[in-house]
């Protein structure tokens, strides 16, 4: 069991940029994988991006080349920088780890 808790949301207008962080209670680098998913206005929860203990990391399509997962290992964290944001990324962004383990979300609008 691990808790999760997520920081870094707010309000930011399009072409703007927020750095998330996720906050483990033990370390990360223990777990095999920690991921980013979002839940956008009446949507499902979809992975954005994730990054393993060995530093393999997955992106969305619709994040390539804008965002950017990155491990702490020194402070159990792991952050994602979002730049270039867009209003489609409008949501609530959780922190995943294995064993169903989630954080409770921090919510990012991209609006002008």
């Known amino acids: 069991q691990v808790q999760l808790v997520e920081s870094g949301g707010g309000l930011v207008q399009p072409g703007g940029s927020l750095r998330l962080s996720c906050a483990a209670s033990?370390?990360?680098?223990?777990?095999?994988?920690l991921a980013w998913y979002r839940q956008g206005p009446g949507e499902q929860r979809d992975v954005v991006a994730s990054?393993?203990?060995?530093?393999?990391?997955y992106y969305a399509d619709s994040v390539k080349g804008r965002f950017t997962i990155f491990r702490d290992d020194d402070n159990n964290t792991v952050h994602l920088q979002m730049n270039s944001l867009k209003p489609e990324d409008t949501g609530i962004y959780y922190c995943?780890?294995?064993?169903?383990?989630w954080g409770r979300g921090t919510q990012v609008t991209v609006s002008s």
């Open positions: 995943k780890a294995p064993g169903d383990n």
């Open positions: 033990r370390s990360i680098f223990e777990l095999y994988v």
């Open positions: 990054i393993t203990a060995s530093d393999i990391i």
